[in-house]
């Protein structure tokens, strides 16, 4: 049997993974349809869960439950790669010596060694060797700023250091407390642990460079080789702005005031100290393999539940949690606050039975006034409105309301001038224009700008935005309206002359959430009571405690996205970073349902609107 690291990270969830996995293998390895083996298999528990894994088609073929595509990914990847090459690029530049690195895996320097019958496998992103040493670098499409300006310790309300400093060239180390102040060193340690919590954003990472670290040592071991080996995690630096430069069609990621575009994270202290852990993963792993028990052995934050990075049996281990109001699904339920004084987060609640959100103790959430709320529309049927304050804000809205929706790609790399790894580059926006209250025709008063290429178009989308947009007068209007607000900003950083009548803009803007849910601060100046001010304002049992456009739009109208070809905010960035792979007529098609996607996108804000307007006469 082989495993590789990838399986490795996978197969260590939990005690049930390898024995699911060998469930699902040993059904592929027989080539038989669903129903044949599960005819032939006469473990009623394992026929369970096969029907959890495999679904059978009316053809008599099988659709594999536990495989999803993931279409992001799948549309990134040629960024990805770039970011492979880059950082082959500015490895080049720091270290001497021999350099493997390839876009194909199988061209990659590999490792591996046997144990237990077990065969542990790696391939490296970037192999460097020299006289001295080994250099193993590890490529992430993520950025720096996770590891730096989101990794601050030091004391509360004192200074704040960064976990990494940069310490020559593009290398960033371990910045340990330089004081014997017990409160930063805490602090310090704190940020520092987190680096071995595999589930965190952080930690993430660094178990796959350690579990990689773990192989190639005993490799090397095997072989005798006593050379020094240093790890290093290569990530896009959060603060490279890139500067448009090309050469012909190509964009050129070149220095610019001493910044790359890729930075290096020292890993060889955090890796040594994880070897010991990796070793327990392993004792586990094969005691797991070889004594495979697919009983259910509940679940927890190995699942990575809800997350991009989700188990694929996800289906079978929660298949009696209810896909609506769930126990965790009350609003403002989070894992860290939890219920009670013990904090029991959704895996705790599940764990103990509570699924289903009136197996709540009324006890556990009768001092949460948004949670009673939605529970008591739960129990008894109910839609809760606050009519008062719905049409006290409604009121002060200045006409004409600027629904504005704007579509982006956060590209790992940055594609325009001005732009970071990631920026939200906005390659679409949707505007209805409600002149008056109610007074708004989808098609008429609606304007949607499209990017016609992949080419940067920003300036013409800037164009049209300022020139249909009065920002003196009106109100802009957007759900989630920081996301416009921040897009808009950064638009008036790249283009200069239209920036004043780009922070108008976003300076008379406001969000539908404010009307739907609640803002705190601005009902309390419209003079209501804090309490009040906290409570929500419109709450439906059908928004399973949520207040995204897809929750509330159906409760509030019969819009609906189900008909749509690009349905949502995904399936527009992939469509739309696919121009380039479609022939004429399929771009024609994409482009017509990126227009009507987001189309729907403003109008579902302004029938909200009305459909609130309504219920508060
Ligand atoms: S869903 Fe959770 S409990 Fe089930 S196999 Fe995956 S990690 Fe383990």
């Known amino acids: 049997m082989a495993i590789t690291k990838t399986n490795f990270i996978e197969f260590t969830r939990c005690r049930r993974y390898p024995a699911l996995e060998s469930i699902r293998q040993d059904k592929l390895d027989s080539k038989l349809t669903i129903e044949e083996y599960k005819k032939e298999e006469e473990n009623e528990e394992i026929k369970e869960l096969l029907s959890g894994m495999f679904e059978m088609n009316e053809d008599g073929t099988d659709t594999d439950l536990t495989y999803k595509e993931d279409i992001q990914l799948n549309a990134m990847m040629k960024y990805y790669k770039e970011v492979e090459i880059e950082a082959a690029r500015v490895a080049k530049k720091i270290f001497k010596g021999k350099f493997v690195y390839s876009e194909k895996t199988y061209n990659q320097e590999s490792?591996?060694?046997?144990?237990?019958?077990?065969?542990?496998?790696?391939?490296?992103?970037?192999?460097?060797?020299?006289?001295?040493?080994?250099?193993?670098?590890?490529?992430?499409a993520t950025t720096s700023r996770k590891y730096i300006d989101d990794m601050l310790y030091g004391k509360s309300g004192g200074e704040k250091y960064p976990l990494f400093k940069r310490d020559y060239d593009n290398i960033y180390k371990l910045n340990k407390p330089n004081t014997t102040d017990e409160k930063v060193i805490d602090s310090y340690n704190k940020k520092y642990n987190k680096l071995f919590d595999r589930y965190s954003s952080e930690g993430k990472y660094v178990l796959d460079i350690a579990t990689q670290r773990y192989i190639i040592e005993h490799d090397l071991k095997e072989h005798n080789i006593n050379k020094k080996v240093n790890y290093y995690l290569a990530v896009l630096n959060h603060n490279y702005v890139y500067d448009g430069y090309r050469v012909g069609n190509t964009r050129v990621y070149r220095e610019i005031n001493g910044e790359e575009i890729v930075n290096f994270f020292d890993m060889n202290e955090i890796t040594e100290k994880y070897q010991p852990i990796i070793n327990d993963m392993v004792k586990r792993l094969e005691d797991n393999i070889f004594n495979p028990d697919p009983s259910p052995c509940g679940v927890g934050k190995y699942c990575s539940y809800k997350k991009t990075n989700e188990c694929k049996y996800k289906e079978i281990c929660y298949k009696n949690v209810p896909k609506y109001n769930a126990s965790f699904n009350y609003i403002g339920f989070s894992d860290s606050t939890g219920f009670t004084s013990d904090k029991l987060n959704k895996y705790d609640l599940i764990n103990n039975g509570y699924l289903k959100l009136d197996d709540i103790p009324i006890e556990w959430i009768k001092d949460k006034p948004n949670m009673m709320i939605e529970r008591d529309c739960y129990d008894n049927d109910k839609v809760y409105v606050d009519k008062e304050k719905i049409k006290a804000y409604l009121s002060t809205l200045k006409y004409p309301i600027y629904h504005l929706d704007f579509e982006t790609l956060p590209c790992p790399m940055p594609r325009f001038r001005g732009e970071k790894p990631y920026t939200q580059s906005c390659f679409e926006f949707s505007l209805h224009i409600e002149r008056e209250p109610g007074k708004c025709d989808n098609d008429k008063d609606n304007y949607v700008f499209l990017a016609e290429t992949?080419?940067?178009?920003?300036?013409?989308?800037?164009?049209?935005?300022?020139?249909?947009?009065?920002?003196?007068?009106?109100?802009?209007?957007?759900?989630?309206?920081?996301?416009?607000?921040?897009?808009?900003?950064?638009?008036?950083?790249?283009?200069?002359?239209?920036?004043?009548?780009?922070?108008?803009?976003?300076?008379?803007?406001?969000?539908?959430?404010?009307?739907?849910?609640?803002?705190?601060?601005?009902?309390?100046?419209?003079?209501?009571?804090?309490?009040?001010?906290?409570?929500?304002?419109?709450y439906h049992k059908n928004q399973s405690g949520s207040y995204s456009i897809k929750k509330t739009l159906p409760v509030l109208s019969d819009l609906t996205y189900a008909n749509l070809e690009v349905k949502n905010g995904t399936e527009a960035l992939v469509t739309y970073s696919q121009y380039d792979t479609m022939n004429e007529f399929d771009l024609n098609k994409a482009k017509k349902a990126l227009k009507v996607y987001c189309k729907q996108d403003t109008w579902a804000m302004v029938v909200i609107l009305e459909a609130l307007r309504k219920i508060c006469k």
Do not use: W
């Not at 109100?475 to 283009?495: C, G």
């Not at 969000?511 to 304002?537: A, Q, S």
């Open 111 to 140: 490792f591996d060694f046997v144990h237990n019958g077990i065969r542990y496998l790696c391939y490296t992103d970037i192999y460097n060797e020299n006289d001295d040493e080994i250099n193993i670098i590890e490529v992430k």
């Open 454 to 538: 992949l080419d940067d178009e920003r300036e013409n989308l800037v164009k049209e935005l300022v020139s249909r947009i009065d920002g003196e007068n009106g109100t802009m209007l957007a759900q989630n309206v920081n996301f416009e607000r921040s897009r808009i900003k950064e638009l008036a950083e790249v283009f200069p002359e239209y920036r004043e009548r780009l922070l108008k803009i976003r300076e008379n803007s406001t969000d539908l959430l404010y009307v739907i849910r609640t803002n705190t601060e601005l009902y309390k100046d419209l003079g209501f009571d804090e309490d009040r001010c906290k409570l929500v304002n419109f």
